[in-house]
Every structure is written in structure tokens, then in C-alpha cells.
């Protein structure tokens, strides 16, 4: 049996097959409280009397007694039935749609079953929906000034080069841009399986990046700052994070009105690179240091046996060999470690991760301005990701673009990668040869005191050159730098700024989860797509998905949706219930990759889930060989809405859904069926409160009194 149909089964309640019994026991106690009151209205001799003569009737017609009684009593609850479904239970639903109703104005309007009842409630509905209307304008005018300070701090927070993190006084994140996304992506050692190897979300907690102690230290030095009355106290700190990774920090309390802390904000920088560049410098001056003590004592040597003045004319010629043999050692390894030091400050030229193409448009429209015509576009690899000074590059080009212009030659632009560099090329048809003459590396690109073409080249660590293409044509050549994964993954979204300031209401020290209300919560809110539905007979996990709720809202942008291979086979009648097919698994990680990352996902949360037992059995029989157990509070929509609405007929996700007014997408799918359960949870939550259900403890009490928590899988 499907779990739907075990929860089918379980439709009638318990009260209904009671009220259905009460009119046969209520005839049953009539009948005998009749005869008692007779007898007891007899004399001795009448009861002995009526006793005679009852009794050979009562042998002979008991069951016509019996049979008159149950006709009656099967009437009775005939009638009681009837009466329950064609009047009680449409003013039972008709009052859950009305408690929803007035915790939610856009649900449903009650259905007109109930006749005159529904139209003055929905009537009611609709002018609390147009009240609600005018506050909401009122509010939106109200805060259109906050709005767009909210719009300015994000388009300031996307801008910025470094990573930023506000956070609760517990370290929970509150804050954070896409900077410091990218950058805690990259120091994350879990699997990169479908977003669980985020180091940082909402909610969580920053001391799963930077340690705790680090934080506390940095923490108590800003207080002391603040005890001196600094006017800005900060505190600055370096410390490795993930795979080898420095980061250097600032943090700064957020203090309002100069009042207690409530929190505090991290800027970020990857320093590894500057520091790798900083430890080669000294490694060749300390090369250069062993290496020259030696050849420097030669040197002297050398001189002091020329201070002989009887010295053979052949030594002499030989000490001067030797003289002249260090000196150009000296001067090989000077040299070098010039080239090094200028490889390393070209290095730390402000460069930034910029996509390929957008380097190509952004030269192209500055040669079209400087030449007065658009540029031809040779192959240009799209995905190549770049870390580039754009703006050096394009007044390069766009400088050798205007002298190919003044001898009649067109140019175009191409990109293509060449490992861990690429070439970015401006070619040309040949016959301009004054183009390329002595120095043309070395001309200022926009006139005195700016930077030449090959200063910007040094700039990237790489080289210009002049080159010549498969069909011989002349390019100059840029050998750039490729960013590493993609760039700084900063283009993710419009504004990619993730916040929930109401996390700074939050206090130091752990709380106790039980107290918490539940729209308070962090939840994760999963899904599973499996072969079957028997777990313990060997069926398996296919499909994973989870969201995040936090502060009673649904982040749009943390989501977990992952296919598994089951290692088995996918019975095709199982198919057209999740749409996957074994074709779609071939490559995908094993369930003893995946979950260890939902784990990460889901840590410091709630769970949530439409009848979770089934998913959470699924879990617990892969503990054992994953290693990953999911040992926090448990939530299921189905026994919250079996306590919220007690008399709806059924407690499938689609019918909570229709009733709640949540549009059902990608049905079947771990992340729309997922997403659907949120969305469902968070309009449980008012009509729970009004049953006075309010906090995590309160709802898995109520939760476990419901007569669907009896389901074992």
C-alpha cells in the first residue's frame, strides 16, 4: 500500500463512527430504563406475574425485539451520517477555510455549500482584503525612503572588492554578497554536490568558516578599542582558512546610536597570492644572498692577489678572468631576480575576474570610438573567464587599432584559451608594415606620461608580442591570465545581496529549539525521489531536494537538488510517478557523496517534510554506511495540517495546497515537491497560532497526538 493510500485509509475519524453508534445506545438505554420503571411500579406478585408471562414471549420473539432495535439503531446512524455530511461537516470546513481566511486575506473563499453563511464571510474576507490593500499602500508609501536606501546599501554591497559577512552577536549570518559567496565556495573541502558545499548561508553560522577563537579574539580587542572611546574601532587580523587559503579581515561592531553591539561585520580579502608573491621575493633574495657570499669571496680574493706587484702576467690575466666571471654572475643573477620582482609586482596590479566576452565588447567599443569604425570579431571562446585590467587592455588595443587606422587596416578582436593563460589577439591584414617598426612595444598608448602597451602586458604577468595567424596574417598578442572556477562567480544575479536583519534581534548563547516560535526558525525544508516505496526491501534514493526558511521566509537562493545513482536498477513502473529515467543518473555521485553534503546543508536547522517519516526512513537505513545522521528536530507538514484542520478530507500535499492556496509546481520532483512543503509549512503557521500553537515544543506535542504520527515505514 502507497503512503497515500495508507493515509486514505485513515480518512474517517474516530468521532464520526462514535456520533454514528449514539442512537442505537440512546434507544438501547431508552428500552431498558422503560422495563425497569415498570418493574418497579409492580408489586411482588404483579413482577412475578408479568416475569411468567414474558418469558416464554421473550424465547420465542427476542430476535424480532433484537432485529426491531438494530433496524433502528442502523437508522439512526444512517441519519447522523447524512446529517454530518450534508450539514456539519460543510460548517466544519467552511470554518477552517474562514480561520484561514482571517490569517490569510489571498486564501480561498469558502465554498458556497454553505450558503448564505459563506457569502457574509466572504463578504467579510473581501473587505478586510481591501482594508488590507489600503494599509499596504499606506505601509509602501510609507517606506519607499527605506526601500531605496535598502536598493543603495545593496548596489554599494555588490560593488564592493571584498567579501562582507554581518553577523549576530552568536556568529549567525545575517549578511553576506556574493564576494564573500564566491569566496567561502572555494575554501569549502565538502563536495561541490548541488550547493551543499556552501561554507555560508543565512542563518548559519560564520564559525564553520573562520574559528571561533579567532572571531572572539578580534571581538575583544574591537571592545577595547571601544572601552579607549576610538570613534572607530576595527579590528584587522589574518588567518587561514580552508585549503591552505590566508584571509585577511577587518571587523567592526554594528552598534546602533552608539549603544551595545548587536552584531558585527567582516570585510574579507584572499591575501595567498600577494603572500605566495611576498615568499618567492624572499626566496631569490635569499638565493641571491648565499649565492653572491660565495662569489664575493672570490671577488676579494681575487683583488687581494692583484695587490702583488710581482705577480706573473698569466695569473694576473687569470685573476682578472675570475673577477670578471663573478661580476657577470652577479649581474645574470641580478637580473633575475628583477624579472621575478616585476613578474611579482605586475601580480599585484589591481586586477579583475572579468568574463571573456565582456573584455571583448568592452575593447570593441572602445576602438569603434577611437577609429570611428567597429572592429571585426575573430573565434572567442564565451566561458573563458579573465583576471584583466579591462580598461589598460582596451586603451592598448584601441591605441594600436588608431595607427592600423591611419594606413587603411581593419582589425579584428580574438580570445582563445591557451591553458592556464589565454591570448587575446588584434589582428590585421598585412601591408602596414611602419605599424610594427623599432619600439612599438614601448609607444605611450594615449600620449606622454601614459602607460605603454608592453607596462599594461607586465601588468598581467604575461607578454606582448607580434605574431603571425594559420593564414599569415600579422596580430599583436596578450598573453592574460585565466581566473581560476570561473572568476569571481559575482554574476549570479541583478543585485546578489543576501540579508535577514531580523537575526540581529538575536542574543548570545545557545537557546533551547523547543521555546523557539516557529517562525523563528532556520528550517530545511527536503524531499526524496526513490526507486520504491519499501526502504527496508532494498529501494533506494534517486533524487534529493531541499530549501531553506528562515525568519518565516523562503531564501530564493539556497537550494539543494541533487540526482543519485542508486547503484540498481529504476523499475519502470516507477517512472511515470518521478519522471527519471536511468539515463539521467548515468554520472551522477552516490548517495555517500550526496548526503554528507544535504548534511552540510541542513546543519543548525530544522527539518521539515510532507509525511517525513517515509523520507527520514530513507535516511536512517543509509546512516550506517554514510556515516551521516540527522539528529535535529523533525516537522511534517502532514500532522501540522491534520492539528490545523482537523475536518479537511484529506491531507495529500496536493489538497493542503489547493486549500491553502499554493500553486503546485514540478510535482514529483525532490525540489518542487520541496519547495511546495515550504510554501504549505509557512501557511500552516497562522492557523496553528490560532489553536494556540505557537513555539517548535508545541507543535511536535500537538504533532504527536495527531492520529497520522502512528505510520511506521
Known amino acids: 500500500m502507497s503512503p497515500g493510500q495508507r493515509l486514505a485509509a485513515m480518512g474517517a475519524g474516530p468521532r464520526l463512527a462514535a456520533a454514528a453508534l449514539l442512537p442505537g445506545a440512546l434507544l438501547a438505554v431508552w428500552l431498558g430504563l422503560g422495563v425497569v420503571l415498570l418493574r418497579a411500579s409492580l408489586d411482588a406478585p404483579a413482577r412475578a406475574a408479568v416475569d411468567a408471562a414474558l418469558a ?73 482584503l481591501a482594508l488590507r490593500d489600503d494599509m499596504a499602500r499606506m505601509v509602501e508609501a510609507a517606506s519607499r525612503k527605506a526601500a531605496e536606501d535598502r536598493d ?129 621575493r624572499d626566496q631569490h633574495l635569499l638565493a641571491l644572498t648565499e649565492r653572491s657570499r660565495a662569489a664575493l669571496g672570490s671577488v676579494q680574493a681575487a683583488l687581494d692577489m692583484l695587490d702583488y706587484p710581482d705577480l706573473a702576467a698569466a695569473d694576473r690575466a687569470r685573476f682578472h678572468a675570475v673577477v670578471r666571471e663573478e661580476v657577470a654572475a652577479m649581474g645574470s643573477r641580478l637580473a633575475e631576480l628583477a624579472g621575478a620582482a616585476e613578474r611579482d609586482r605586475g601580480g599585484r596590479w589591481p586586477l579583475q575576474d572579468i568574463l571573456g566576452t565582456d573584455l571583448i565588447e568592452a575593447a570593441a567599443r572602445r576602438i569603434e570610438v577611437a577609429t570611428g569604425r567597429a ?152 524531499d526524496c525521489e526513490t526507486t520504491g516505496l519499501d526502504p527496508a526491501g532494498g529501494d533506494e534514493i534517486i533524487q534529493l531536494g531541499a530549501v531553506r526558511i528562515l525568519n518565516g521566509r523562503l531564501l530564493d537562493g539556497e537550494a539543494f537538488d541533487q540526482l543519485v545513482d542508486p547503484d540498481r536498477s529504476i523499475p519502470e513502473a516507477s517512472i511515470p510517478f518521478h519522471g527519471i529515467r536511468p539515463e539521467m543518473l548515468r554520472g551522477a555521485p552516490r548517495i555517500g557523496e550526496v548526503l554528507p553534503a544535504l548534511h552540510a546543508f541542513a546543519a543548525d536547522t530544522v527539518l521539515v517534510g510532507h509525511n517525513v517519516a517515509f523520507d527520514m526512513r530513507f535516511l536512517a537505513l543509509k546512516e550506517a554506511a554514510t556515516g551521516v545522521r540527522f539528529d535535529q528536530p523533525v516537522l511534517d507538514t502532514l500532522l501540522l495540517a491534520s492539528v490545523a484542520q482537523p475536518d479537511a478530507e484529506s491531507h495529500a500535499l496536493e489538497a493542503i495546497a489547493a486549500r491553502l492556496g499554493v500553486p503546485v509546481v514540478a510535482r514529483h520532483s525532490a525540489a518542487g515537491d520541496a519547495r511546495t512543503t515550504a510554501a504549505v509549512f509557512l501557511k500552516l503557521l497562522p492557523l496553528l497560532r490560532e489553536r494556540g500553537i505557537v513555539t517548535l515544543g508545541e507543535a511536535r506535542a500537538a504533532s504527536a497526538g495527531s492520529p497520522f504520527a502512528r505510520l511506521r515505514y
Open 56 to 128: 416464554p414471549l421473550a424465547a420465542s420473539h427476542g430476535a424480532l425485539v433484537f432485529g426491531w432495535w438494530l433496524v433502528a439503531a442502523g437508522l439512526g446512524a444512517w441519519a447522523v451520517v447524512r446529517l454530518d455530511r450534508t450539514r456539519l461537516a460543510p460548517v466544519r470546513q467552511a470554518a477552517d477555510a474562514a480561520r484561514l481566511l482571517a490569517a490569510d486575506p489571498d486564501a480561498p473563499a469558502l465554498p458556497a455549500a454553505t450558503g448564505g453563511l459563506a457569502a457574509a464571510v466572504n463578504a467579510i474576507a473581501a473587505e478586510r
Open 152 to 280: 543603495q546599501l545593496a548596489a554599494l554591497m555588490a560593488e564592493l572588492e571584498q567579501g562582507v559577512v554581518v553577523c549576530n552577536l552568536d556568529g549567525r549570518i545575517l549578511l553576506y554578497n556574493d564576494r564573500a559567496r564566491a569566496l567561502f565556495r572555494r575554501l569549502s573541502s565538502a563536495p561541490d554536490i548541488a550547493g551543499g558545499s556552501e561554507l555560508i548561508g543565512l542563518g548559519r553560522s560564520i564559525h564553520a568558516a573562520i574559528e571561533r577563537a579567532v572571531i572572539a579574539h578580534a571581538r575583544d580587542a574591537v571592545e577595547r578599542r571601544v572601552a579607549r572611546g576610538e570613534a572607530r574601532p576595527v579590528a584587522r587580523f589574518v588567518t587561514q582558512a580552508g585549503k591552505g587559503t590566508l584571509l585577511q579581515a577587518s571587523l567592526a561592531p554594528v552598534r546602533p546610536d552608539d549603544g551595545a553591539a548587536t552584531g558585527f561585520v567582516l570585510m574579507l580579502t584572499d591575501i595567498t597570492a600577494e603572500q605566495a608573491a611576498e615568499e618567492r
Open 375 to 526: 572592429p571585426g570579431r575573430g573565434p572567442v571562446d564565451a566561458g573563458i573567464w579573465l583576471r584583466a585590467d579591462s580598461f589598460g587592455l582596451s586603451e592598448a588595443l584601441a591605441g594600436f587599432a588608431r595607427r592600423l587606422a591611419a594606413v587603411g587596416a581593419g582589425v579584428e578582436l580574438r580570445l582563445a584559451p591557451a591553458g592556464a593563460w589565454a591570448h587575446l589577439d588584434l589582428a590585421w591584414s598585412d601591408g602596414s608594415g611602419e605599424v610594427t617598426a623599432a619600439g612599438w612595444q614601448d609607444a605611450p598608448m594615449s600620449g606622454p606620461g601614459t602607460p605603454t602597451p608592453r607596462e599594461v602586458a607586465e601588468r598581467h604577468g604575461g607578454g606582448l608580442w607580434l605574431a603571425r595567424d594559420a593564414a599569415g596574417d600579422p596580430l599583436f598578442r596578450f598573453m592574460l591570465p585565466v581566473a581560476a572556477a570561473g572568476g569571481d562567480e559575482a554574476a549570479t544575479g541583478d543585485r546578489p545581496v543576501y540579508y535577514d536583519f531580523d537575526l540581529l534581534s538575536g542574543t548570545e548563547g545557545h537557546r533551547g529549539l523547543d521555546a523557539c516560535p516557529l517562525d523563528r526558525l532556520a528550517c530545511t525544508v527536503f
